[in-house]
């Protein structure tokens, strides 16, 4: 079954670090583009971030460039998310998702479950 | 940066009927248009891509039109489990971006 499992949520004080990562299964990892997607309470889907195959090339939002980095392990089929410099509108369920590719116009064909990221003193 | 907007921002309707959903972009994208289904508490799932194709597994009273700047998705027959938020995507330019969803309610 293809499947993206996150993990690494939770609560962070505003300045604080976190670590995301996606764990990845079923399919050929190291031949897809991965990205990040959020979503804070209540409100609608936001892009993060994206990473090439291989792992050379990477985008960012404004909002957090400068303060997420977004890598992969191709060996261990596992993408992340080092979130530094937490602020409280970085509050939100984090997504990693799939890039399906030019054959599908790049849209976002798998997704992982969620995980929750509330930074709050 | 691209903008999405989507109309209506919520949509009462009952269980048989057709609906339409808008989304319009603020340039053009192509055909770089997705849609995707959210339910409360779960992850969004694909169900249009290249703004007309039916993603694998999802039911053919899904059909995506348009573009451009301007789309659409409609459902012909709306199913119990159809209740959920739709929200379109664009993939044509990084920062990929997505419109700000349409709750579709049971009347």
Request: with cysteine; aromatic share 10%.
């Amino acid at each position: 079954e293809v499947q993206l499992v996150e993990s690494g949520g939770g609560l962070v004080q505003p300045g604080g670090s976190l670590r995301l990562s996606c764990a990845a299964s079923g399919f050929t990892f190291s031949s897809y583009w991965m990205h990040w997607v959020r979503q804070a309470p209540g409100k609608g889907l936001v892009w993060v971030s994206r990473i090439n195959s291989d792992g050379r090339s990477t985008t960012y939002a404004d909002s957090v460039k400068g303060r997420f980095t977004i890598s992969r392990d191709n060996a261990k089929n596992t993408l992340y998310l080092q979130m530094n410099s937490l602020r409280v509108e970085d509050t939100a369920v984090y997504y990693c998702a799939r890039d399906g590719a030019t054959r599908m116009a790049d849209a976002f064909d798998i997704w992982g479950q969620g995980t929750m990221v509330t930074v709050s003193s | 940066d691209i903008q999405m907007t989507q109309s209506p921002s919520s949509l009462s309707a009952s269980v048989g009927d057709r609906v339409t959903f808008t989304c319009r972009a603020s340039q053009t994208i192509s055909s770089y248009l997705n849609w995707y289904q959210q339910k409360p508490g779960k992850a969004p799932k694909l169900l249009i891509y290249a703004a007309s194709s039916l993603q694998s597994g999802v039911p053919s009273r899904f059909s995506g039109s348009g573009s451009g700047t301007d789309f659409t998705l409609t459902i012909s027959s709306l199913q119990p489990e159809d209740f959920a938020t739709y929200y379109c995507q664009q993939s044509y330019s990084i920062p990929s971006s997505f419109g700000q969803g349409t709750k579709l309610e049971i009347k």
